[in-house]
């Protein structure tokens, strides 16, 4: 019987990057099968191949139904799963972590562990969104001060160059339909950018619920992590597609952030945020699928080995 350590399952290096799969892929009233290793999405128009491997996030739309085979390949090749809705997209479900290695998990835990680690954290993300800001020794309530004011001021400068009205933030959840439209295409754009965050943190082995900034929720550092681009790419584009239709907001919000993403190499730009905000010093070490025991003083040992009768190990 294989182990843990060496399953034949799949390997990092055979797996597309995380930066360079797909942002995320939304099917609708379809069935969706496996064939190899690609999905299969079947329709009155016919049948489409779409290499699970290079799926980021697959979106589930009304009128789906997908195969224990697909989500199988799904699952091993580390693509998140969402449903959505007709209006808006919420993420439920994801496939395991790209990743076999633990630094990024335990670099996370560590970091969120000591207070102040957490707080220069949540100090580097500021400056991440507002590079122009010097946020160093800013308390947290100053920080949430700053980044209100910041966003606010983000609104009204999209509105004044989009020339599309603004009378504040109306979202109410679970009624899509009753925000103006360039609400909902702000809400459209934020829950994909969750979705998409969940899939990036997903893959590379971290816990979506250790946050930064968002404290106690299950997906405090999907919102940590999707929020480091809501200035820069989330709230122009909404106010661009209010601008330009108030007809069928949600999906042109979702087509136009999909093609955004993929032509900003956003998905890239989030694994390595990630990897600065947990690992300020270095990079993780090259993917290695092994399983190690603690021992004392730090030390780590050989797994799939009986201690028992082990005076000393060192």
Not at 50 to 72: F, K, N, V
Not at 188 to 205: F, N, P
Not at 209 to 214: E, I, K, M, T
Request: overall charge neutral; charged content about 25%; some cysteine.
């Amino acid at each position: 019987m294989t182990t843990v350590g060496k399953r034949t399952a799949l390997t990092p290096r055979h797996l597309t990057r995380t930066g360079e799969r797909l942002s995320f892929v939304y099917l609708e009233r379809c069935t969706i099968h496996r064939d190899a290793n690609a999905i299969t999405a079947e329709d009155a128009d016919g049948t489409r191949h779409i290499p699970s491997a290079t799926i980021g996030t697959l979106l589930l739309g009304p009128g789906t139904r997908i195969t224990h085979q697909a989500m199988s390949v799904l699952g091993e090749t580390g693509a998140a799963v969402a449903w959505v809705g007709e209006h808006g997209v919420r993420y439920y479900a994801g496939g395991r972590a790209l990743t076999r290695s633990a630094v990024l998990a335990e670099a996370q835990a560590t970091q969120w562990a000591n207070a102040r680690s957490r707080v220069a954290v949540a100090r580097a993300m500021y400056r991440l969104r507002f590079p122009a800001e010097d946020p160093a020794g800013l308390t947290r309530h100053e920080l949430l001060g700053r980044e209100g004011t910041r966003v606010k001021d983000c609104y009204r400068a999209q509105s004044r160059r989009a020339g599309v009205p603004w009378n504040g933030r109306q979202y109410t959840p679970g009624d899509f339909t009753s925000g103006d439209p360039v609400n909902q295409a702000i809400t459209a754009a934020a829950q994909c950018m969750y979705g998409i965050a969940h899939a990036v943190v997903a893959s590379l082995g971290c816990s979506p619920a250790l946050g930064f900034v968002h404290s106690g929720h299950e997906l405090s550092f999907v919102l940590d992590i999707a929020d480091l681009y809501k200035t820069e790419i989330g709230i122009p584009l909404a106010f661009d597609i209010a601008a330009e239709d108030t007809e069928d907001v949600g999906a042109r919000t979702r087509r136009a952030l999909r093609d955004r993403i993929n032509e900003t190499s956003l998905l890239d730009r989030c694994v390595n945020d990630i990897k600065h905000l947990l690992l300020p010093d270095g990079t993780p070490p090259e993917e290695q699928d092994r399983v190690t025991l603690q021992s004392d003083g730090g030390r780590e040992v050989a797994a799939g080995r009986n201690y028992g009768d082990t005076a000393a190990i060192w």
